[in-house]
């Protein structure tokens, strides 16, 4: 069956603009994830929702940064006003969402984005 | 809070030998533990996780991994690697709260002909 899938793949980027990256999550998840890789912090979690609650936004690192999560499906994580240190690949992940911690979590291919 | 460190940022390997890749983690709760591996270009697969029960956990191509709670590790093993296994690999908790994982800053494994 289709897995998660991310657009854009590569994003390239002028300091200063804002970028909209795309999460299209399995079918039937209600819970999505967004973490961040980068050569300086490895593997960092940014954003989690699940079903209709309010999400967890605990993880994102400035408020340049802004998700959202329409219909309980698609996701879109917004970077304003992007920044060098922005540059990364952002991974999405979705899974049932059963509110057990040992659930496996399926990954995306990631978007990576470059900011000039 | 919870933290993850992977001792070994890379690892060359000969094909055909084993390798270890170590983890260990610091948590003031139960936490679950996972290793995932990513390919060049690819996003994040799931090789094996812990749950509970036995320690020793076996996973997809050949991987395994021991949970060793006195230690703190869960290290991962191959007896006998390939070239694709050429990648990297990330060893990852998870508690109760959110299932948000946290990760380690990841092993490069380079199996060499």
């Known amino acids: 069956g289709a897995g998660v899938s991310q657009s854009p793949s590569n994003k390239v980027t002028e300091k200063g603009k804002d970028v909209e990256l795309r999460c299209d999550p399995i079918?039937?998840?209600?819970?999505l994830y967004w973490y961040r890789q980068s050569l300086g912090q490895g593997l960092e979690f940014l954003i989690y929702?699940?079903?209709?609650?309010?999400?967890?936004k605990s993880g994102l690192p400035s408020d340049r940064f802004s998700a959202e999560r329409t219909g309980g499906s698609v996701s879109t994580l917004t970077i304003q006003r992007t920044q060098q240190e922005d540059s990364a690949v952002y991974l999405c992940?979705?899974?049932?969402?059963?509110?057990?911690?040992?659930?496996?979590?399926?990954f995306g291919p990631g978007t990576r984005l470059l900011v000039l | 809070a919870q933290s993850v460190t992977q001792l070994d940022s890379q690892v060359p390997v000969f094909e055909e030998a084993p390798v270890e890749l170590r983890c260990n983690y610091s948590?003031?709760?139960?936490?679950?533990l996972f290793w995932y591996v990513q390919y060049p270009n690819q996003g994040l697969q799931l090789l094996l996780k812990?749950?509970?029960?036995?320690?020793l956990v076996k996973g997809i191509n050949g991987f395994e991994a021991e949970f060793n709670k006195s230690q703190t590790s869960f290290h991962l093993r191959k007896p006998s690697v390939h070239i694709s296994d050429t990648a990297e690999y990330f060893c990852?908790?998870?508690?109760?709260?959110?299932?948000?994982?946290?990760f380690g800053g990841g092993t490069r494994l380079m199996v060499k002909p």
């Open positions: 948590s003031s709760v139960s936490v679950y």
């Open positions: 990852a908790v998870s508690s109760n709260a959110g299932n948000m994982l946290t």
């Open positions: 079918s039937g998840h209600t819970a």
């Open positions: 929702f699940q079903g209709n609650s309010a999400p967890d």
């Open positions: 992940a979705s899974c049932l969402g059963l509110g057990v911690a040992e659930e496996t979590q399926y």
């Open positions: 812990y749950l509970s029960g036995s320690t």
